[in-house]
């Protein structure tokens, strides 16, 4: 998941606004999620969401519902307030279970998706699949 467009807060609003963002995302994906779940931040705006035991549909969709939510959230903190948008790239390994994929590789496909989000037009999941990369 990366927070679409994020300089332009700190920019915008300073970083102590831009703190508080990454912080209240943090804690509104965290809520969103199951218990099994596991939620990192890998640097600056971008994070990895761990979904453990699940069906792909459900998986899907819950990953859909944060992303509407957060695009509904307003960001408020003192005389600034902010709306976001996240695009997000999402690999899901059973799928893929004849290959040999350690989690450098997992990532590393979530993030192709993830950036064929970026560039078509933001704001939106990408499933990772063979023949887009």
Known sequence: IDIDW????????????????????ANFVS?????????????GEEFVILFRRGEFEGIAKRLEAIRID???HLFALGSNS????ISAGLFYSSKYSEFD?????VLRLADNALY???A???????VYSQSSN
């Open 31 to 43: 809520i969103s999620l199951r218990d099994s779940d596991s939620f990192y931040r890998i640097g």
């Open 82 to 85: 902010h709306k976001i948008t």
């Open 6 to 25: 994020f300089k332009s807060v700190n920019d915008q609003f300073g970083h102590e606004f831009g703190d508080y963002v990454l912080k209240e995302f």
């Open 70 to 72: 957060l695009e509904k």
């Open 120 to 126: 078509n037009g933001r704001n939106k999941i990408t």
């Open 101 to 105: 994929l350690s989690a450098d590789d």
């Open 116 to 118: 064929s989000s970026k």
